[in-house]
């Protein structure tokens, strides 16, 4: 079983990865603060296709790299 990491420990652990983070700890703003990491890679596809696979309740795909300052965002 994983254990439960700070984002700080998760970005040490996998940096310039995609994560999928599951039995997240959020604060009062809804940002994960620490969770488990179920998978991770360097191909954003992949954790997409897992996270499908698995399809956890609740959850959370993170990239823990440094984004371009050029880089759009779409919501």
């Known amino acids: 079983m994983q254990e439960t ?16 983070i599951e039995e997240l700890e959020t604060d009062e703003k809804m940002l994960v603060k620490a969770g488990k990491v179920t ?3 360097s191909n954003k596809s992949d954790v997409y296709s897992k996270a499908k696979e698995l399809k956890p ?3 959370a795909i993170m990239y823990m790299g440094k ?5 759009n965002f779409l919501l």
């Open 5 to 20: 990491l700070t984002m700080s420990e998760i970005k040490q652990l996998y940096p310039s990865e995609w994560v999928l």
């Open 39 to 41: 998978y991770h890679s």
């Open 67 to 71: 984004l371009p300052e050029d880089m």
């Open 57 to 59: 309740k609740y959850f």
